[in-house]
């Protein structure tokens, strides 16, 4: 089975740096990724790891470790736009599959 | 479009009554996926389709849940026998490679509401 943990909510403030944390079990890592999602929108995809180490695109970077089952996104120079659910999932390639199973996501909110 | 497309858009329905929702995935997508996002939660993962073999139904949450997918483009959920707690938006996504990697391409979702 799987297992993905990401706290429920967050706060920042504008301008600063947020590290939004993921811990994960699953039986047949096959890669994590990471979606934003506004309320009342579709997620939207922001990264992607299968690799140990860092991912980075632009304001946002992505890290993973695979013998921890851990990951983090981390939002630089943070705007009030950034206010949203970011979705932490992972890829499960147990039986064959590559289904994506998500967490419950973390909510984040930008303060001025 | 070149888009994931999915209808209807808002669904209300009596409790007990069947209910059909489609999805028209990004053309050539292999994969394609359904979750279910009840208010202020996360996704549940329903079914998987990829390619030709087989769909994983493992996140189905009873036999009321059924899903196709048609020449390997159209999908349609049903839901039979609807109850309120079934209420949910319903988003379909569609990836274009099977294997790692790919990432997930979301339409709009159905948001179903069972009165």
């Known amino acids: 089975g799987q297992n993905i943990d990401q706290p429920t909510e967050m706060t920042a403030t504008e301008g600063a740096i947020v590290q939004i944390n993921c811990t994960y079990q699953t039986s047949g890592f096959n890669g994590l990724f990471w979606y934003q999602q506004h309320a009342g929108e579709a997620p939207t995809f922001l990264s992607y790891n299968v690799l140990d180490g860092l991912e980075e695109k632009g304001r946002f970077s992505s890290f993973l470790s695979r013998s921890k089952g851990y990951s983090y996104l981390l939002l630089k120079e943070l705007q009030m736009k950034d206010s949203a659910s970011y979705l932490c999932a992972v890829r499960d390639g147990a039986g064959g599959y590559n289904k994506l199973i998500f967490g419950a996501g973390t909510r984040l909110a930008v303060h001025p | 479009g070149a888009g994931v497309s999915q209808s209807p858009s808002n669904k209300v329905t009596e409790k007990g009554k069947d209910v059909e929702l489609r999805c028209d995935p990004i053309s050539g997508h292999t994969a394609l996926y359904w979750y279910r996002q009840s208010l202020g939660q996360g996704l549940e993962f329903l079914i998987y389709f990829q390619g030709n073999s087989a769909p994983d139904k493992s996140g189905l949450p009873s036999d009321r849940f059924s899903a196709e997918r048609t020449g390997g483009s159209v999908s349609t959920l049903t839901i039979q026998r609807t109850q309120q707690e079934d209420s949910a938006v319903y988003l379909c996504?569609?990836?274009?490679?099977?294997?790692?990697?790919?990432?997930?391409?979301f339409g709009e979702g159905s948001r179903l509401t069972v009165l």
């Open positions: 996504a569609s990836s274009p490679i099977a294997g790692p990697g790919g990432e997930l391409f």
